[in-house]
């Protein structure tokens, strides 16, 4: 079969061609339905294997994070009740509203026994926060460097949490004045904090 006869095939009568030609048609046709297929069908599925293997990728990442979390359950509740130990020892630092009086008897004492002189001890309003308020407390005494000193000390080993901040010292004839801004906390009650 040459080039001329390809001229004469017709199409209307496809059965008497010759066996390369009817050959060359079917490949053809093979192709085409291959073709087809590919393009209507199985691109797609190829897109979404490639998006499934994506998402599980992620997702044995995410079961292999939550494996780790798992066999570590028993060291996170430990931890847990550890941090509730600690937050209660913590809140038991903090005087109840009843307390705080007593506190600012012992602030007062401290610089009393450290030789101060209070020229101001004036608490202020209380600020309330999440689940504890704050006390400030203006603080002004007049006494020596180490005296001073001995005062933060002896706030410090008070058993419940007072802090001291904006410290000024200045020179105010032959002792020296310390301001300060001291600051105790007290936990809110239970009823106090659902009404926050």
């Known amino acids: 079969m040459n080039l001329s006869d390809l001229n004469e095939l017709d199409l209307s009568d496809i059965g008497h061609w010759p066996g390369p030609a009817k050959a060359v048609l079917?490949?053809?046709?093979?192709?085409?339905?291959?073709?087809?297929?590919?393009?209507?069908?199985?691109?797609?599925?190829?897109?979404?294997?490639?998006?499934?293997?994506?998402?599980?990728?992620?997702?044995?990442d995410l079961v292999t994070v939550k494996a780790r979390r798992a066999a570590n359950l028993e060291e996170y509740k430990r931890q847990l009740e550890e941090m509730k130990q600690s937050f209660g020892e913590m809140r038991r630092q903090l005087p109840s509203e009843t307390e705080v009086a007593g506190l600012l008897?012992?602030?007062?004492q401290t610089g009393l026994a450290s030789g101060l002189e209070f020229e101001l001890?004036?608490?202020?309003?209380?600020?309330?926060?999440?689940?504890?308020?704050?006390?400030?407390?203006?603080i002004k005494v007049t006494g020596s460097f180490h005296q001073?000193?001995?005062?933060?000390?002896?706030?410090?080993a008070l058993p419940r949490i007072?802090?001291?901040?904006?410290?000024?010292?200045?020179?105010?004839?032959?002792?020296?004045v310390m301001t300060a801004l001291a600051k105790t906390y007290r936990y809110l009650s239970d009823e106090e904090v659902a009404k926050k």
Do not use: M
């Open 148 to 156: 001073f000193g001995t005062f933060a000390s002896g706030v410090a």
């Open 162 to 176: 007072v802090t001291l901040h904006d410290i000024q010292i200045t020179h105010g004839g032959k002792d020296l």
């Open 26 to 60: 079917v490949l053809i046709a093979c192709i085409a339905v291959a073709f087809g297929v590919y393009w209507f069908d199985t691109q797609h599925q190829i897109e979404d294997l490639h998006k499934l293997e994506d998402s599980e990728k992620g997702l044995r």
């Open 105 to 108: 008897v012992d602030i007062s």
């Open 121 to 138: 001890f004036q608490p202020g309003p209380e600020n309330r926060k999440d689940f504890y308020a704050e006390l400030p407390i203006r």
